[in-house]
Nanobody, 120 residues
Framework: QVQLVESGGGLVEPGGSLRLSCSAS????????MGWYRQAPGNERELVAV???????NYGDSVKGRFTISRGDAKDTVYLEMNSLKPEDTAVYYC??????????????WGQGTQVTVTS
């Protein structure tokens, strides 16, 4: 089973920056994709940024040019650098990892979420 541990959320003023981290632990054979989604009250969960094991990056339209996702050297950790934050970035940010725990068993795991609040 894969566990995801997130850190780095908090309160920041508009225009500020935050860095989120997510580390995967447990039993897994591959991590095919790892990234961040967010959900604001009353809204559906949406893509923020994802990186695949092949090195492809995908960003939500609303964060392109402001947020950057990167992987740690061991490829079981991802970071989300968030710059030029706006009040509309306020949401619970969830880490997600997808892959295989063995040759045949796929997983799609979520972290518990970390709150990001952008307000003056």
């Amino acid at each position: 089973q894969v566990q995801l541990v997130e850190s780095g959320g908090g309160l920041v003023e508009p225009g500020g920056s935050l860095r989120l981290s997510c580390s995967a632990s447990g039993s897994f054979y591959t991590i095919n994709a790892m990234g961040w989604y967010r959900q604001a009250p009353g809204n559906e969960r949406e893509l923020v940024a994802v990186v695949t094991s092949g090195g492809s990056y995908n960003y939500g339209d609303s964060v392109k040019g402001r947020f950057t996702i990167s992987r740690g050297d061991a490829k079981d950790t991802v970071y989300l650098e968030m710059n030029s934050l706006k009040p509309e970035d306020t949401a619970v940010y969830y880490c997600n990892a997808r892959g295989y725990s063995d040759y045949v068993s796929a997983y799609d795991e979520w972290g518990q979420g970390t709150q990001v609040t952008v307000t003056s």
